[in-house]
């Protein structure tokens, strides 16, 4: 089996790396890369939990093969945070208690993220269906979904002029 | 596991070539093909990456007001384009139930009928709103109807090493409109336990002037149901003829008992989405035509 | 939108207990960087892969491994024969643990369900351990599957274990069968109570097996070192079971076995039980190198122990008052392929929020060919309880009586006798349900179309064994160990007690989940068991520490240790020259060195005087009549949980269970086909709730002190998933107008129901 060597962005730093052809994405964010921050819950994207953004977009990462990585630009969990600073969002689910195991959480956040970059002010419908693909399981979504509406409030007041 | 290469083309022609080896397959948004490879059931040994080939990739107006839309355009792209959201609903609320948002920025509608699952949520759409393909093989090219690709479960009509380019919509009628609607137990996430998908067009007096209904899921391919649109056409959509939609409906239904549903509900359901996808069109219709 | 969940914890006088600080291991969850079970990785490691078997119920004629142990690449292979025979492990473990453990993780002679391990390798690869699987041949002799309860009790049923014979059974006897064991439990005359009653109400109830649904897959790295050491790294709801599980089947003296439990991404019952961990020490014994397992969510699905599936028949009687004057109670559980035996407390669950003078119940489980069942956040509770529950509701439907002021009328009280035959201690069953009755919810207008169901149900919580270490460094910040993994938050919970009792800002505290050989043994985190009982280890080693420090400033302030007393984190002096003065904890830590020595302190304890929780939950239903698809539109969770130390995490723990418990109720049931496959091993046919699928579920705290822990604790974690079975079918059968007693509530069911089917 021959091994491609794949250039990639990958939050914001340039990475490279070999993998086969049918190599996932998530695969070699977790095993090439070390980025161990995007989960494997199901490998079939029915979860969410591998949710990174692909060129700006959220994609499950585990239907995305690491040779399609090429040339892009990838944001995952790690990538959330700019230097010491936490994102409103994640500050916001530390603030609410919107996370219990936390395993569901870096994908739960990466979507939030997109919601947020497309939609600056969701309803309460809009960030439940647009979150439909982040299974969590111990938290019956009700401190999320505040947690995800408070910070899109924050992101709202930094934006607006003073 | 035996994956050898991975191409990713930057022409059709290129990606022809690439097709035309055995045991190569094309990546759309690889939302079936990668779970397919991740269990075994997919073991392509070479696979083509379209989404880097600009002309199957967008959407543009053809020279008759209909639409052209790429092959490896993602169902997120088609809910973006405002026009096509604004002719053709349905077909874009199909698209953008399958999966979840992450799934739908990478799955297409290409990939939706060539995976040729009887339940495909854009397929009762894209046969409802008369959608054609073009084909493109190492034959050469050639258009057909949507609704003649898939002819079995994972089964569809292409040649070897032919990939589907484009679809072609129709431009939409003055007074048209189409919806789809889906059963699903979920909100989200989930496989159409019955879909329908309904265009139809009125006259000026408000009577139908034509109609077509398409079925997901209650038979081995999605199915255009002649008598479904009959029963409307020269109605103003009246119980009778709502009624005789929705018996027809359930006449067509073939289905199997399965996870995801028994067969007798999944005829019942038939009858009833029909209904409800025919008012939700006639009443976008009322609206153009009034527009 | 409802308004925020919650309301001031009662916290009387407390500083920390009752507020809502960030856990400590926040942080590192929501930028990525926690380690869970899958993302460890240990220097050489092997990748290992479990073949697994295609059918339910078939002998294994034999395995052929030697092609893929002949693979490049391939380190190690073992199969069910290289696990310990069968004597030896019973000589390991009478009661039939280790047994079940090591024959469920990899077969021998026989297959007894989809998914059965029957081999295993490791590899440098795990595409290579992967295409060495595939090289496993295996020869079956395929068998007649069990697959329903009815399959297993049928007279000619085929035997899962042909020498088992039912237990529990008066008088014993020695036919083989699939039952595994038999409970009775009886109080007054049921018949002469049967006799009287104003109403009876009389029914069969069904529920499938069910997934606990964690999105972490079962994951572990072992290493087994040729001098009979081990080390283990997984996550799970406990180290030291872990330990004890896998040392008791493979025989390793348990210090010879350092476990070290990683950040586990949910478990709710599910990870109290090894799956992999036997399986990858003997890979490693083999290979010489570390060795990691994970599972795939197929394998999970069709491996790993779900909750017990149903069959219930039940008689209730009551008085026109709305009494429940006798129950007759009989369920049967599903086993699975091994033994997974909790009648006992369905039935203890049935009847536990409740005075009822007269009932006779039986409990039995069953083998049949699916993977053992184990336990699901208040396991076998919710089964019983769906009955009892739709029963009360008809009961008052019958009666004309308000379905609250019923459970109310039969509320048990502290004093009244419990299940078990002990007088209730203080149980705030009654107040829940009263806390219920006054919330804006109950007296809510319905919209057109809605209906309202109730249920109320208890959860029984447990005690236990649990150990703790607090230090106090020479700063005067606080460490403490303890051996409990943290499911969803306890960290910053033992770092609030803690904190109140040490009378020092949280912040001050921190707290570590240590190895099995870094702290005292410690019983699971389950059972709602640990902010109880590892709490007051906690609290007892702070106590300990405090002790220690009023006697350093007794020293230094030359008076006896009886007049220094210890005040909001500071020792006082209450006589002599330096009467009035303090010494800070930090003062008094910073000079421990030179006065005695580190101050540290453990503490262990058996924790006794655990008390249930009970709950009560109201559901809005809206059901599309045509479609039968049911669409929850308001919800709300009513609980007593004593105090709640962190409400935050408290009201998140009384949401997850109730989404928990609507999935059940709705959607979630393992499928197979007629062969005994799992049709449905993943999480787009195993549909547990998604985002768009719910409401806010409001969570209702009433908090009613536990008098036998320091803070009031009675344990909140499990209670919630017991009522929302019932509450929702309660709520859809109002909506309908029949009594729905088997679930799911899948669409094509309330449908079918509709249409009277």
């Known amino acids: 089996m021959s091994r491609l060597h794949v250039t990639t962005t990958v939050n914001g730093d340039s990475r490279e790396f070999l993998c086969a052809p049918d190599t996932t994405l998530l695969e070699a964010l977790r095993g090439q890369l070390g980025l161990t921050g995007s989960k494997e819950g199901c490998g079939s994207g029915d979860c969410g939990a591998c949710t990174v953004m692909l060129d700006g977009e959220m994609v499950c990462s585990c239907l995305v093969l690491a040779a399609e990585a090429e040339g892009r630009r990838i944001m995952t969990i790690e990538g959330m945070v700019e230097g010491q600073d936490l994102h409103p969002l994640q500050q916001q689910f530390l603030k609410h208690g919107a996370l219990q195991c936390g395993f569901c959480t870096p994908g739960v956040l990466v979507a939030a993220k997109a919601l947020l970059d497309h939609n600056p002010e969701p309803t309460e419908t809009e960030a439940r269906y647009w979150l439909a693909g982040n299974l969590c399981r111990c938290t019956g979504y009700d401190k999320i979904i505040r947690a995800v509406l408070a910070a899109a409030a924050d992101l709202r007041q930094e934006r607006s002029p003073a | 596991m035996t994956t050898a290469t991975f191409h990713s083309p930057a022409s059709l022609a290129d990606a022809v070539k690439l097709l035309a080896a055995a045991g190569a397959r094309p990546l759309g948004g690889g939302t079936d093909l990668i779970v397919q490879m991740g269990s075994g059931r997919a073991l392509p040994d070479s696979i083509v990456d379209l989404k880097r080939i600009p002309e199957l990739t967008g959407i543009r107006r053809t020279a008759d007001g209909g639409f052209a839309i790429g092959a490896a355009t993602p169902c997120t792209a088609l809910k973006a384009h405002t026009e096509l959201a604004a002719a053709w609903p349905g077909l874009v609320e199909g698209a953008n139930l399958i999966g979840s948002v992450q799934v739908r920025n990478r799955a297409t509608l290409a990939g939706n009928l060539c995976n040729a699952s009887p339940a495909a949520d854009s397929v009762p759409a894209l046969i409802a709103a008369g959608a054609r393909c073009r084909v493109v093989g190492p034959a050469g090219e050639r258009e057909v109807a949507a609704s003649e690709v898939p002819i079995a479960p994972g089964r569809t009509s292409l040649a070897p090493g032919e990939v589907v380019a484009e679809f072609l919509l129709p431009p939409q009628t003055r007074a048209g409109a189409d919806a789809y609607l889906r059963l699903t137990p979920r909100t989200e996430m989930d496989i159409a336990v019955v879909g329908a998908g309904v265009w139809l067009e009125l006259a000026v007096d408000g009577t139908c002037a034509a109609a077509r209904v398409a079925l997901g899921a209650v038979a081995p391919t ?40 028994t067969a007798a509900y999944r005829i019942a359901m038939a009858g009833v989405l029909a209904r409800r996808a025919a008012l939700k069109a006639a009443e976008r219709a009322a609206v153009r035509k009034e527009a | ?89 019973f000589a390991r473990d009478p009661l039939g643990e280790a047994f079940h ?96 009653a104003d109403a009876v109400f009389e029914a069969s109830f069904a529920t499938p097996p069910v997934h606990q649904g964690y999105i972490e897959p079962h994951a572990c790295v072992a290493l087994w070192n040729a001098d009979g050491q081990g080390q283990i790294w997984a996550s799970s709801q406990g180290q030291f079971m872990i330990r004890d599980q896998v040392g008791k089947v493979l025989g390793i003296p348990l210090a010879d076995l350092r476990v070290v439990p990683l950040e586990i991404g949910g478990g709710f019952g599910g990870k109290t039980r090894v799956f992999l961990e036997p399986v990858a020490m003997l890979l490693s014994r083999r290979a010489g190198l570390p060795v990691r397992l994970v599972m795939s969510r197929t394998e999970i699905f069709r491996a790993s122990g779900p909750a017990q599936g149903s069959a219930t028949r039940l008689r209730m009687g009551a008085t026109a008052d709305g009494t429940i004057t006798c129950l007759e109670l009989d369920i049967t559980l599903t086993s699975g392929a091994y033994v997974c035996e909790m009648s006992g407390i369905a039935l203890a669950a049935a009847v536990m929020p409740y005075a009822i003078a007269n009932y006779r119940m039986q409990g039995r489980s069953v083998f049949t060919n699916m993977t053992t069942c184990h336990s699901y956040r208040a396991p076998a509770a919710p089964q019983s309880v769906f009955a009892v529950e739709s029963a009360i509701d008809a009961l008052a439907q019958q009666l004309g009586l308000d379905p609250l002021d019923m459970r109310i009328r039969n509320a048990a009280q502290p004093g009244d006798l419990g299940f078990y035959g002990l007088p209730h201690g203080q149980v705030g069953f009654r107040e829940a349900m009263e806390a219920a009755k006054a919330h804006p919810h109950w007296s809510a207008p319905l919209r057109e179309g809605e209906a309202r169901g109730v249920a109320a149900g208890a959860w029984g919580n447990y005690g236990g064994a649990s150990s703790a270490e607090v230090s106090i460094a ?173 409400p935050d995490y408290v009201e998140g723990q009384i949401q997850g269970g109730a989404v928990q418990g609507i999935g059940w109720a709705l959607n979630e049931e393992y499928v197979w086909n007629t062969g005994g496959q799992v049709d449905n091993p993943g999480f787009l046919d195993y549909r547990m709730p998604v985002a768009s699928d719910l409401p806010m579920i409001e969570a209702v705290l009433v908090e009613k002190p536990n008098p036998a822990h320091p803070y009031g604790v009675k344990g909140v974690g499990e209670a919630p998933i017991v009522p929302p079975l019932a509450a929702v079918a309660n709520a859809v059968s109002r909506a309908i107008g029949k009594r729905l007693s088997q679930l799911p509530l899948s669409p094509a069911r309330v449908h079918a129901a509709i249409a009277g089917e």
């Open chain 3, 1 to 89: 939108m409802n308004a925020p969940s919650g309301k001031l914890a009662t916290g009387e006088g407390c500083r920390v207990v009752g507020t809502r600080p960030v856990r400590p291991d926040g942080v590192d969850k929501v930028t990525g960087k926690a380690i869970y079970g899958p993302d460890f990785v240990a220097p050489g490691m092997l990748h290992g892969a479990i073949l697994r078997s295609p059918h339910a119920h078939a002998r294994i004629r034999s395995i052929d491994t030697s092609a893929a142990a002949a693979l490049p690449g391939v380190k190690a292979v073992v199969t069910g024969a290289d696990m310990p025979d069968d004597a030896t492990l």
């Open chain 3, 474 to 646: 020479e700063d005067g910040s606080v460490l403490v160990t303890e051996g409990n993994p943290d499911i969803g938050g306890s960290r910053a919970a033992m770092a609030m007690m803690a904190a109140e009792t040490l009378g020092v800002p949280y912040e001050r505290v921190r707290v570590v989940v240590a190895d099995t050989s870094s702290i005292g043994y410690s019983y699971v985190t389950g059972g709602s068991r640990t902010t109880f009982a590892t709490g007051k280890a906690v609290i007892q080693a702070c106590e300990a520490t405090i002790e220690q420090m009023r006697h350093r400033a007794a020293l230094v302030w030359g008076v006896e240790v009886e007049e220094v007393d210890w005040r909001e984190g500071a020792a006082w002096c209450g006589s002599g020259d330096n009467a009035g003065q303090t010494l800070s904890i930090a003062q008094i830590a910073g000079r421990a060195n030179q006065s005695g020595g580190p101050i540290s302190a453990t503490a262990t304890v058996n924790a006794q005087g655990y008390l249930p929780a009970g709950a009560v939950h109201i559901c809005d239903v809206k059901v599309d009549s045509e479609t039968g698809v049911t669409t929850i539109t308001r919800y709300t969770a009513v609980q007593d949980v004593g105090t709640a130390i962190h």
């Open chain 3, 101 to 196: 453990i090591a024959r469920h993780s990899l077969a021998l002679d026989k297959v007894l369900f989809d998914g059965h391990g029957v081999a295993a390798v490791a590899a440098t690869d795990r595409r290579i351990a992967e295409a060495a699987l595939a090289l496993i041949r295996v020869d079956y002799e395929v068998l007649e599957p069990v697959l329903t309860i009815e399959d297993a009790l049928a007279p000619d049923a085929p035997l899962l274990h042909p020498g088992h014979v039912t237990r529990g059974i008066d008088p014993a006897t020695a036919r083989p069968s699939n039952v595994v064991g038999v409970v009775t439990r009886e109080r007054g005359d049921f018949y002469a109570a049967l006799a009287a």
């Open chain 2, 222 to 261: 999605a199915v255009l149901v002649e008598a479904a649109g009959a029963a409307l056409v020269g109605t103003k959509l009246d119980d009778t003829a709502l009624a005789a939609l929705s018996a027809a409906c359930r006449a067509a239904a073939r289905p199997i008992d399965d996870k995801r549903g």
